[in-house]
């Protein structure tokens, strides 16, 4: 684990400068923040996501390349769309080395701000990576009636655990991980997650229930214990659901089964994780959480701060990415061991 970031001469950073209502950092310094627990859930929460991975393997992801190939910095990049759950076209990149061998696959996706383009300096070298735009955001997977903003898409179908859009969002990542297997099926052998933020929790969501993925890299994950979370100021997604539930709406049963932190519990491949000590979008509390429930093996890398620009960030980031390639590299198949 990784310890509080410091200065050369080590001693600990100043606190940032900002100019926000409340405090990002809600308090909370390292050694609180790694105490921060996962609730519970409800008794059948693995039930409830074992039934739709399931569900999500019974589609065809039909996926198809999207045009002509380009080579960018010694990866090839084409468009790519597969079907999801609910007949959901999403569409997306491929990539894959330009020379040598494919020997591992990723799904990497993205935060709530949506992907314009892919990103192949993020994975290990060797790896045929697919970047799917998520249902209702990015560049290529906008659906009608779907708000593309965080503060509408993250209420969307709020109103019960069947209708919630974040579960829809889920199930494009196993069809991503079907539709890659089709595509490039050696990279089917050994296979990553990516994610950052919205992605990072959707990807805790996720994997628990799909032994097809051997390690995953979450940074500043969001969606880590709701109860928590909604007591949080923040300028983020959680933001308004903080605001539906002030306003009387009956919210947190629902949430109960997308708490990215209560899903940490059951996973139990090998995770990096990316946290911040400071973030006004996504609350430490929450992003800690996910952390700290972790069943399997697990690797801290503590942020100073998310997304927010200060000092060194540039630097903290390339080091995080860098820890991050190492770690998907370098982490073996698990054998799967009994759920909790």
């Excluded at 070298?125 to 697919?130: F, L």
């Excluded at 955001?137 to 919630?164: C, Q």
């Excluded at 229930?209 to 940074?219: E, I, K, S």
């Excluded at 500043?220 to 007591?231: A, D, E, K, M, Q």
Aim: glycine residues 12%; contains cysteine; hydrophobic residues 40%.
């Amino acid at each position: 684990m990784s310890t509080h970031p410091l200065t050369p001469d080590g001693s600990e950073l100043s606190p940032l400068p900002h100019d926000f209502p409340f405090d990002p950092t809600h308090g909370y310094d390292l050694p609180r923040l790694l105490a921060v627990e996962a609730p519970p859930g409800p008794d059948d929460f693995a039930g409830f996501w074992r039934e739709r991975y399931a569900s999500a393997l019974r589609v065809d992801p039909a996926p198809r390349i999207e045009g002509p190939w380009t080579t960018v910095d010694g990866v090839r990049v084409a468009d790519i769309s597969y079907t999801s759950a609910d007949g959901v076209r999403i569409g997306g990149w491929l990539t894959v080395p330009a020379d040598g061998p494919v020997t591992q696959g990723c799904v990497a996706t993205h935060g709530y701000g949506g992907r314009a383009a892919p990103d192949p300096r993020q994975p290990p070298p060797g790896t045929a990576t697919i970047w799917p735009c998520l249902r209702g955001l990015g560049t290529r997977s906008l659906l009608p009636g779907v708000p593309s903003n965080s503060a509408g898409h993250v209420l969307h179908g709020i109103g019960s655990r069947e209708s919630y859009l974040i579960g829809g969002c889920v199930a494009d990542v196993w069809c991503a991980a079907t539709a890659l297997r089709r595509l490039v099926p050696e990279a089917g052998g050994r296979l990553t997650y990516l994610g950052t933020s919205f992605g990072g929790g959707i990807g805790a969501l996720a994997l628990p229930w799909d032994d097809r993925f051997h390690a995953a890299g979450l940074t500043v994950p969001t969606f880590g214990n709701h109860p928590l979370r909604v007591t949080l100021p923040c300028t983020g997604s959680g933001e308004s659901v903080r605001t539906r539930l002030a306003e009387g709406a009956p919210v947190l049963d629902v949430l109960a089964y997308f708490d990215a932190a209560t899903a940490a519990r059951h996973l139990r491949i090998p995770v990096h994780v990316g946290a911040a000590l400071f973030d006004p979008s996504v609350p430490p509390p929450g992003q800690f959480a996910v952390y700290n429930a972790l069943a399997g093996p697990r690797e801290l890398f503590v942020l100073r701060a998310g997304h927010f620009d200060h000092p060194g960030e540039p630097a903290e980031t390339a080091a995080l990415e860098e820890a991050q390639r190492r770690f998907l590299a370098g982490a073996g198949p698990v054998v799967p061991g009994p759920t909790a």
